[in-house]
């Protein structure tokens, strides 16, 4: 499954923020503790030095009772947000407010500041002052403050979820912005191809990685063309030049013939030489054929046919071709229209599949023929009930000279025959491909041109190749 660089990007992005967030409403959370702690801390500080201005200067005079008195007299209006304990040296327990309904308050070494909890009372903020020879405690409760705390992190989190989500769309919104060229760098490639080499990825002004990326593809590019140009030349080329020679070649043969001079074993010799001059010769033209549909200078005489009458006479001699090789032959045709295609190219691709097609079927196999016209396509299907191929070499197939070994192939074929046969589906602006049969065994081969003739683009124009060179024969591969 192909991964989106935008969705990484995306999530990243609201990965990093969030936990930004997350981080900084922690640290959040401990400077607002200690705020509100301090802020107790400052209230029980004031609380103390009511109690020690109510006890007077001279309070080290006084018995247990005045303490006890008068501290009395003090907490009692306080009793609702102070708890206090007061202590002599040894521990004896001179004062504890009723609030505390009997419990004394936990001392802890070495801190004059902690937080405890009582049993009946909840969390308590406590002080502790020494007012010698007495120690002081006084708490007051902090369940309120760890309450809001406690709000403050539910809203945390959602604020965290909310942050995720919103900083996942706005990153994804920057990273579709930021990738934007390379999108287009990919969209050019895909309709870069052995067709188009003349296209270039547009490099923008902006001197950063993307448009030194998109340069050094579009000299790859250039390489590529001018590769592709020489090899084009070269096989247009030498597919010429050795028409003449082959002909020459094939003329002499024949006079040595005409004059019946040879032995028979001569003669028989001289006939397996001209066999096999005119599959070279065959051969050429496919390579010629190949060469110039590729760079896309054959003219289509296009015409608008109706498929089904089409199909009907060609179904006719595919009958006799099949009944010849010991082989049975179906013709099936759904919906009606009408299609623009030059009919002698588009016999031609039929015909190299129904070849292929009886090769690879065992002897009283089957070929089934589907033609369909529909949602604007005519869709045409031959299948075989041979052994198929493999899901790898279905590519494969339509690759000059691709010969596989599993399937029942015409010694005299030359490899080139599906090759030719996509060159003039994707002419017609179509495509071709294979999958296995309907039935389970066998091969399927399907190809779809469009239906509607008003859609159909001009053919380019060029060179009259039809009429100078003909068309080449029907070759299984």
């Known amino acids: 499954m192909r991964r989106s660089i935008s969705l990484r990007l995306s999530v990243w992005y609201a990965s990093a923020a969030t936990i930004t967030l997350a981080v900084l409403f922690a640290v959040g959370y401990q400077l607002l503790e200690s705020y509100l702690v301090h802020g107790l801390d400052q209230l029980i500080a004031a609380e103390f030095r009511q109690v020690r201005a109510r006890l007077g200067p001279h309070y080290r005079q006084l018995s247990a009772r005045d303490v006890n008195q008068r501290i009395q007299a003090t907490s009692g209006y306080d009793s609702v947000l102070f708890y206090i304990d007061v202590r002599a040296p040894q521990d004896d327990a001179i004062f504890a407010s009723k609030n505390l309904d009997g419990r004394w308050m936990p001392e802890v070494a070495d801190r004059h500041g902690y937080s405890a909890t009582l049993p009946g009372i909840g969390r308590l903020r406590i002080e502790e002052f020494a007012l010698p020879p007495f120690v002081v405690l006084i708490g007051t409760s902090s369940q309120q403050i760890y309450e809001d705390l406690d709000g403050y992190v539910e809203i945390c989190v959602g604020l965290l979820a909310a942050m995720f989500g919103v900083s996942t769309l706005i990153g994804f919104a920057l990273s579709r912005v930021a990738l934007r060229p390379v999108r287009l760098i990919r969209e050019t490639a895909l309709r870069i191809g052995s067709d188009n080499l003349r296209e270039r990825i547009p490099v923008s002004g902006v001197r950063d990685e993307i448009a030194e990326l998109a340069r ?128 002698q190219r588009i016999r031609q691709v039929l015909l190299n599949l129904l070849v292929n097609a009886l090769n690879a079927s065992p002897a009283g196999g089957r070929v089934r023929m589907c033609s ?70 066998g091969l399927k081969v399907t190809f779809v041109i469009p239906a509607d003739a008003l859609s159909m683009p001009e053919p380019v124009s060029a060179s009259g190749w039809a009429e100078a060179h003909g068309t080449p024969g029907a070759v299984g591969t």
Do not use: Y
Not at 271 to 292: D, G, H, K, T, Y
Not at 389 to 397: C, G, K, L, S, T
């Open 372 to 441: 369909e016209i529909s949602n604007g396509c005519w869709r045409v299907s031959l299948e075989d009930q041979g052994p198929g191929i493999a899901a790898a070499d279905r590519e494969r197939v339509f690759e000059r000279f691709v010969r596989l070994d599993k399937r029942a192939l015409d010694e005299q074929g030359s490899g080139l025959g599906l090759a030719i046969c996509r060159s003039i589906v994707e002419l017609h602006r179509g495509r071709i491909w294979c999958e296995p049969a309907c039935a389970g065994g």
């Open 216 to 343: 050094l593809l579009n000299q790859m590019f250039d390489r590529l063309e001018s590769s592709f140009n020489a090899i084009r030349r070269f096989t247009a080329e030498a597919s010429h030049e050795l028409k003449t020679p082959l002909s020459l070649i094939r003329l002499q043969a024949e006079k040595l013939l005409m004059k019946g001079e040879l032995s028979v074993e001569c003669e028989e010799s001289v006939q397996m030489q001209l066999e096999e001059l005119a599959r070279l010769s065959r051969i050429i033209e496919e390579l010629l054929f190949l060469s110039r549909a590729e760079a896309r200078v054959i003219t289509l005489r296009l015409t608008v046919e109706c498929p089904r009458a089409f199909l009907g006479a060609f179904a006719q001699d595919a009958r006799v071709l099949a009944e010849h090789r010991g082989r049975c032959f179906e013709l099936h045709c759904v919906g009606d229209g009408r299609v623009l295609f030059e009919p």
